[in-house]
């Protein structure tokens, strides 16, 4: 079964703290791995797309890995700002399907 | 580009009504997916179009839900009759087909009474 799975459920930092958000998946042929954020009461936006050949990305002060062999990626935040919090998904593509965890829900305070 | 569209934003009916969501891709794309989010089960998969045909509805919870894409531009996804249960935000989503970067709609809240 094809699972994702993130690591904290939860966390809370001061403003200015580097952070590290975790995902892993179960089965390892995938297609690509999104990441996304999600605020209260609103949509996903799309942060950083890792296809399966690709090691990482990189977008302003976020930067997203991926170990396909091991089944992990992770998703750090720079500097983080208040207006970091909020809640991230970690999606990855089997086929043409997305299959997502369940979300790090991230405070950071001023 | 406006993105992904959908309509309504909030939907409140009562049990047994029926409950029809609309979706607007972005322009251009070919692939079109439905989720439904909730507490208990997060993001789960209901069915997903390629080029306005029904690849996969092997998420659909039952009989009661029927998606249809008519057009490129326009997707619905229907509940008849609607229960308390399927109280969710529902998003559409689209993509060019294929490992590519999927965006979504701001989603619809429904709630049934």
């Known amino acids: 079964k094809q699972e994702v799975t993130q690591i904290p459920a939860a966390l809370s930092v001061p403003e200015g703290e580097n952070l590290v958000l975790n995902c892993s998946f179960t089965?390892?042929?995938?297609?690509?791995l999104q990441w996304f954020r999600q605020d209260p009461g609103k949509g996903l936006t799309s942060l950083l797309l890792i296809q399966s050949s690709q090691r990482e990305q990189t977008s302003g002060r976020l930067n997203a890995s991926l170990d396909k062999s091991s089944g992990r990626s992770t998703l750090y935040i720079a500097a983080s700002q208040p207006g970091d919090s909020a809640t991230y998904l970690c999606?990855?593509?089997?086929?043409?399907?997305?299959?997502f965890g369940a979300g790090t829900i991230l405070r950071v305070k001023s | 580009d406006a993105g992904v569209i959908q309509s309504p934003r909030h939907e409140v009916t009562e049990m047994g009504q029926e409950v029809t969501l609309r979706c607007k891709p972005i322009?251009?794309?070919?692939?079109l997916f439905w989720y439904r989010q909730t507490m208990m089960r997060g993001l789960e998969l209901l069915i997903y179009f390629n080029n306005n045909v029904p690849i996969d509805d092997s998420g659909m919870p039952e009989d009661r839900f029927s998606a249809k894409m008519p057009n490129a531009s326009f997707s619905t996804l229907k509940i008849q009759p609607s229960e308390p249960r399927d109280s969710a935000v529902y998003f559409c989503?689209?993509?060019?087909?294929?490992?590519?970067?999927?965006?979504f709609g701001p989603g619809t809240r429904l709630t049934v009474l």
């Open positions: 999606a990855v593509k089997y086929g043409n399907k997305l299959v």
């Open positions: 322009s251009g794309h070919n692939s």
């Open positions: 989503a689209s993509s060019f087909s294929g490992p590519n970067e999927q965006f």
């Open positions: 089965d390892s042929a995938i297609y690509n």
